[in-house]
């Protein structure tokens, strides 16, 4: 056994949101997430629930009374940041920034979904 599940990075953001199922069922549809290790905790909340996106591991919590929900941005690289920002609008997502080469090698943009974390899409063009 190693100190850490097979093909998990050792660094993984963790999320504390406002229903962290309909985030991980956003990613699902936006990224082509796959849902892994799930807990589930009182009153049909998500004590703890992860999904892999490419090479990332993603945890997630319900905000529950005394864990407030935190505002949090992800950035992620994408092979086409125009799709998948296209999937997110149609997923519910609110525009924050479209997609826009500015500066840098990346196109990126931003959305922020349901449970109020802002995602930042990039592809390098350059």
């Known amino acids: 056994m190693t100190y850490k ?3 998990y990075t050792s660094v993984a ?4 949101v406002n229903d962290a199922q309909g985030t991980i069922d956003f990613l699902v549809r936006v990224f082509g997430a796959q849902a892994l290790r ?3 905790g009182s009153e049909g909340t998500v004590a703890h629930g992860e999904v892999r996106i490419d090479d990332t591991v993603i945890m997630f919590t319900d905000a529950v009374e005394g864990w407030p929900s935190t505002p949090s941005q992800v950035h992620i690289y994408v092979a ?16 924050v ?3 826009i080469q500015d500066g840098d090698a990346d196109k990126r943009g931003g959305f922020t979904d349901a449970g109020g974390t802002t995602w930042w899409v990039s592809t390098q063009v350059d």
Do not use: H, N, Q
Not at 13 to 16: A, F, K, R, S
Not at 89 to 94: I, P
């Open 5 to 7: 599940p097979s093909g």
């Open 13 to 16: 953001p963790y999320l504390t």
């Open 38 to 40: 799930m807990v589930p």
């Open 80 to 95: 086409d940041v125009d799709a998948i920002f296209e999937r997110a609008l149609a997923a519910g997502a609110t525009i």
């Open 97 to 99: 920034k479209r997609p």
